[in-house]
């Protein structure tokens, strides 16, 4: 589903971000990037996004390599990809219906889909009731579950989570963990940055460990 050729990343003056990266990531598979601040992580997730493109080496999404795809097909390649962010993104001046609809109101769905898709991706987030409220009036975990229902709402194979749980306590980070194993379970292919070691080591998933861009660990290969 995803696969990374010796592909090198770097950015203009901060030298390399990635290094000689190779891996490959089967479809349904659910696996775990983690590695010190600084060691590559997002950079990684930006490149199946194509929000970086690499500098050397291949990325390769469904068989297809990205890295010379063209400008105007990149929103096709992202309504593939869920991407989920630390800081969820909202915008405080929408609703929580506007804020998981507007992946699909770009794309000129008509309103009776849009309606149908976004109250099926609340309600697997548990926010079915919260449709009307402002993400301001919501907590730190349900704003991200809003986050995440916009993320699916597209019904994309792929999600990419970058820390997701970061600013959430133990808790409500389990929730946003079961919710992963769930889209797992449906054979969604999930990629999660996460520096949190200890529950990594709990969850039995597949590990990628970046240290300063290079690949030093593969749990999936040992
Ligand atoms: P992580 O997500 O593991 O914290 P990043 O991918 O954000 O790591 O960063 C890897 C390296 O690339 C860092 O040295 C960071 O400063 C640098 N970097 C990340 N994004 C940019 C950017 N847009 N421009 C320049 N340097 C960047
Ligand atoms: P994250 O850990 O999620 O990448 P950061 O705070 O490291 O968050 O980065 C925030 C944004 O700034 C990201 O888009 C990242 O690519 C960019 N960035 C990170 N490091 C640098 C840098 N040295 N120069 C320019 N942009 C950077």
Do not use: C
């Amino acid at each position: 589903m995803i696969r990374f050729e010796h592909v090198n990343k770097r950015y203009p003056e901060r030298g390399e971000a990635l290094k000689d990266l190779s891996f490959e990531l089967a479809a349904g598979e659910m696996a775990f990037l983690t590695g010190h601040s600084g060691a590559g992580k997002s950079t990684l997730l930006k490149l199946i996004g194509l929000i970086e493109r690499p500098t050397r080496g291949q990325v390769v999404v469904d068989g297809r390599s990205i890295g010379d795809l063209p400008r105007r097909r990149i929103p096709f390649h992202r309504r593939r990809i869920g991407m989920i962010f630390q800081d969820h993104r909202l915008l405080n001046d929408r609703t929580v219906y506007d804020n998981v609809a507007l992946p699909l109101a770009i794309t000129g769905m008509p309103n009776r889909d849009i309606g149908r898709r976004v109250r099926a991706a609340l309600d697997q987030v548990g926010l079915l009731a919260f449709e009307r409220a402002h993400p301001v009036a919501l907590s730190g975990g349900e704003q991200q579950r809003v986050g995440i229902a916009r993320a699916i709402v597209g019904r994309p194979p792929i999600i990419l989570a970058d820390e997701p749980t970061g600013n959430l306590d133990p808790e409500l980070a389990s929730e946003i963990y079961d919710l992963f194993e769930r889209f797992h379970e449906v054979g969604v292919t999930l990629m999660i940055a996460t520096h949190d070691q200890e529950r990594i080591s709990r969850m039995a998933y597949r590990i990628l460990r970046l240290h300063q861009g290079r690949l030093i660990a593969d749990s999936g290969n040992w």
